[in-house]
């Protein structure tokens, strides 16, 4: 079983942050692979299925992003999940914008909410970076992270979500590496990039 988390903030407001596309690409896979309705459970929003064969539980945390941990742990402690069989989906200000890395422990480069799960339950756990480049000055990355995806960049965010969706599966096997190498063939075709 894999417990598969999207990170972003709760709320209408936030729904189009570049903060939240942990969340986009969650949702994408729940409609992609018709995944049950979400209900509330663990201070998240849950839902279960089949990957590749594979039990997998999705979790949008719902205690804002900065406290992401608490329903992350929660989760783990209920279902009996390893950190190495938790994969979290995040924003990643140090990729460009569409790009994708898969690792697992490692620094949370600031993250507010790899801090929190990483408090709750360790380093050990995996982490699929999704790219959404950076502001230039660190003084702009707050507004930056919460601020919406800008119209030209939807081609990139919805091509990402849904590469992340059809190859999902390699992350429930374990596949990390030719899940990452997917990924980046997939972005190519989609938007003819070399």
Not at 52 to 73: F, K
Not at 102 to 126: D, P
Not at 175 to 189: H, L, N, S
Request: hydrophobic fraction near 40%; include cysteine; charged fraction near 25%.
């Amino acid at each position: 079983m894999i417990l598969l988390v999207g990170l972003g903030n709760p709320g209408k407001a936030y729904a189009g942050n570049r903060h939240n596309i942990g969340f986009m690409a969650l949702e994408q896979i729940a409609r992609d692979h018709s995944a049950p309705s979400f209900r509330l459970k663990f201070n998240g929003l849950i839902s279960e299925l089949t990957l590749a064969g594979e039990r997998c539980v999705l979790l949008a945390p719902q205690t804002y992003m900065n406290d992401s941990g608490r329903s992350v742990g929660e989760a783990a402690r209920y279902l009996k999940i390893e950190p190495k069989d938790i994969v979290v989906l995040h924003d990643e200000l140090d990729l460009p914008a569409g790009k994708v890395r898969v690792k697992t422990g490692g620094g949370n480069a600031g993250h507010n909410g790899l801090k929190s799960i990483t408090a709750h339950i360790g380093n050990e756990y995996r982490r699929v970076r999704l790219g959404i480049g950076h502001p230039g000055d660190r003084a702009l990355v707050h507004n930056y992270v919460l601020g919406d995806f800008a119209k030209s960049e939807a081609p990139w965010v919805e091509a990402l979500c849904k590469a992340v969706s059809a190859n999902v599966g390699m992350l429930a096997k374990g596949e990390d590496d030719a899940f990452q190498t997917k990924i980046f063939k997939d972005m190519e075709a989609a938007l003819g990039e070399s």
